[in-house]
Each structure stands twice: as structure tokens, then as C-alpha cells.
């Protein structure tokens, strides 16, 4: 008995202290004006996010405060992003006010002020948005012949977004598009034409506008063949795609505008001959707004198809 008792004290004792040093390593210390924080080895910096697109799907810490700090806060919510390199925490004061502050490793601090003045060395594209690598790069690589572009005079083009990224992290920053032309592939940085974001940007608006011809080969080289599975699995997809829902739709066109009244038709043309005077009329009618709706359809059908 006493053996049995002395095995549970110690699996309890074993229990808490992993439960503690998992708490311990999931937890961070704020500085006293909450601008930084210490997780693990690293210290991570509150920085200026507005502009960035980050997803924080990552662990949730645990926010060790101080006694002062516990005077003003009620609750702290961080999260990391999948990189763990940046961090996001919701501040819930006493007061009702909530503060929202993006923190990053302070290592990547260089890197990412100079990707704030458009100076990242490195950049991703994406063919397929649904792709989380993309075409990596540097930077450098893309300036290549200054070129006037001729925007509303282009008939036909792929573009493609190219996001200056810092290695390593998350962190991505619209920085301009890959055009594919008849002629060769372009890029247009957005500080060159005063654009902020992809959306708002539109080729065939702009009768001339600067744009870089790409001459690194090897860069050429890699865009050439990730645009050519991008326009097979596109041709290939959206062929397929289109033909299952025009069958479908076929389908359903056929059911709901044929067979349906067709059914309806026979149903109350029997039931018309047992029916009283009153319900023989109205079943009647109904017949024969079946059969005309019946009529109406095979005649718009016949025009469509010829």
C-alpha cells in the first residue's frame, strides 16, 4: 500500500514538473513598455506590419507579466506564425481597450527594415496563388533592360506577383508583377508607377509605362518553365472543369425544365379522369401549362443547339 502511494506521489511530482517545464518553454517576458519580449534565446522586436499579409497559425505562448503589468492587463493572446519568427499579441486592458501589436525576431530586424525601403535582395513569384513556394529569386535579377512598355497596346499577357520576402520567415511585401509579352517577360516595380497593391493595378490602362526586360538567363530559364506547367495545369484544369459543370448543368436544365413538367403532365392527366367536376378543371390547367412549358423548352432548346 504504501509502495502504490509512494508511486503515485511520484508520478504526480514527474507530471507537474513537465507540465511546468512546457509552460516554461511556451512562455515569454514582456519589457516593462511592452515594445519587445524574450522567447527561449531570441528577442523579438514590436515592429510596423500594416503593410504585410501574415497568417499567425502558429503555437500560442504564454505572456509571463509582471506585477505592474498585471495591474493594467486582464488577459495577453499570442500567436506565432508557422516560421516562428514572427508573433502576434492582443493586449485586453483593464479598461475594456485592446492593443494589437505584430513582434519579429530580432535577428531578421535588418532585413526587414531594409525590405520596407525596397531594398530586399531576395524575391518569390507565384504562377499559382494556391502555391506556398513559388519561383525564389533575387532581387537583383530582375532589373535587367529599362524598357518603355507600351501597356495599352499589349492585346495579350500573363502577369504574375512578385513579393519581396525576407529568407526564412513569412514575411512577404508586394514589390510588382512578371509580364509575360509575345516578345520576352517584363517586370514592373510598383514604386515605379505609384501602385500599392496588385488589385489596383491594370496593364491596359496605362499607354506607356517603365518596365524592366528580364536578361538573366538562368532566371528566364526557371519563369519559362514554371509558366509552362502553370499553363497546362490551367488548360488542362479549367477544360475539365468547365466541361463536368456544363454536363451538369445540362443535366439539371433537363430535369428541372423536362422531365419535371413531363411528370407533372402524365400525374394529373390520369388523375383528371377520375377527378370530381371542380379538381377536373384544375388538374386540366395544370396539364396545360405543363404541356406548353414543355413546348417552350423544346423550341428554345432546338434554337440553342442549332
Known amino acids: 500500500m504504501k509502495r502504490n502511494l509512494l508511486l503515485l506521489v511520484l508520478v504526480l511530482i514527474i507530471s507537474c514538473t513537465l507540465s511546468v517545464m512546457v509552460a516554461a518553454d511556451d512562455s515569454v517576458v514582456f519589457a516593462d513598455d511592452l515594445k519587445s519580449f524574450e522567447y527561449g534565446n531570441e528577442e523579438f522586436v514590436r515592429i510596423n506590419a500594416s503593410d504585410l499579409e501574415v497568417y499567425f497559425d502558429g503555437r500560442q505562448l504564454n505572456a509571463l507579466l509582471t506585477r505592474e503589468q498585471n495591474k493594467e492587463l486582464d488577459d495577453v493572446i499570442i500567436l506565432l506564425d508557422e516560421y516562428e ?53 533575387a532581387t537583383d535579377s530582375l532589373y535587367g533592360e529599362r524598357v518603355a512598355l507600351k501597356g495599352n497596346r499589349i492585346i495579350s499577357y500573363d502577369e504574375f ?54 536578361t538573366d538567363s538562368k532566371l528566364i530559364s526557371r519563369l519559362s518553365e514554371a509558366k509552362s506547367e502553370y499553363d497546362a495545369e490551367y488548360t488542362l484544369g479549367f477544360s475539365l472543369y468547365d466541361g463536368i459543370s456544363q454536363k451538369i448543368a445540362a443535366v439539371l436544365l433537363i430535369l428541372l425544365f423536362a422531365v419535371a413538367p413531363f411528370v407533372i403532365f402524365v400525374i394529373f392527366f390520369v388523375k383528371s379522369f377520375k377527378a370530381t367536376r371542380v379538381y377536373k378543371r384544375i388538374y386540366r390547367t395544370v396539364c396545360i401549362f405543363s404541356a406548353l412549358e414543355l413546348i417552350v423548352f423544346t423550341i428554345i432548346a432546338t434554337i440553342v443547339l442549332m
Not at 519581396?164 to 509575345?182: D, F, K, M
Open 161 to 214: 506577383p512578385v513579393y519581396a520576402t525576407v529568407n526564412g520567415t513569412g514575411i512577404e511585401l508586394i514589390r510588382g508583377v512578371i509580364v509575360y509579352c509575345s516578345d520576352a517577360v517584363y517586370f514592373v516595380d510598383f514604386d515605379d508607377v505609384g501602385v500599392d497593391s496588385w488589385y489596383d493595378f491594370y496593364l491596359s490602362e496605362y499607354k506607356e509605362l517603365s518596365a524592366w526586360r528580364i
Open 85 to 137: 519568427t514572427l508573433a502576434n499579441a492582443e493586449f485586453k486592458y483593464k479598461d475594456g481597450s485592446t492593443l494589437t501589436s505584430v513582434y519579429l525576431e530580432k535577428s531578421y530586424l535588418d532585413e526587414y527594415e531594409a525590405l520596407l525601403n525596397g531594398d530586399a535582395s531576395a524575391c518569390v513569384i507565384y504562377f499559382d496563388l494556391y502555391d506556398s513556394e513559388g519561383i525564389k529569386a
